[in-house]
């Protein structure tokens, strides 16, 4: 089992920037493929960003593409997503997600082939 807790949520205005982070524990972290979703009010969960096992491979939504950084630090557990030029578009429950990948590599499938979820942490952006 993997439990996974999402923090750096909160209410900014349009422009600013948050780094959302989410730590992970129980099982190998270096194991796991980590990505951050987002569900707003009203629509489907989707994917915003994803991060291989060693970091060396990200994708993005082409949404958030250029504004947002997903990063992981495999000595802390930790993922994070920095999000910079936030939109009131932006404005959703950020979804920390992981899958178990031993071995070779993974393309992202969306929210229903992840293993693992977090609880969600709110992100308000105010025009």
């Known amino acids: 089992q993997v439990q996974l807790v999402e923090s750096g949520g909160g209410l900014v205005q349009a422009g600013d920037s948050l780094r959302l982070a989410c730590a992970a524990s129980g099982r190998a972290f270096t194991s796991l493929v980590m990505d951050w979703f987002r569900q707003a009010p009203g629509k489907e969960r989707e994917l915003v960003a994803h991060i291989s096992r060693s970091g060396g491979t990200t994708n993005y939504a082409d949404s958030v593409r250029g504004r947002f950084t997903i990063s992981r630090d495999n000595a802390k557990n930790t993922v994070y997503l920095q999000m910079n030029s936030l939109q009131p578009e932006d404005t959703a429950v950020y979804y920390c997600?992981?899958?178990?990948?031993?071995?070779?590599?993974?393309?992202?499938?969306?929210?229903?082939?992840?293993?693992?979820w977090g609880k969600g942490t709110l992100v308000t952006v105010s025009s």
């Open positions: 997600a992981a899958k178990l990948v031993p071995i070779g590599n993974y393309v992202p499938r969306g929210a229903s082939d992840m293993d693992y």
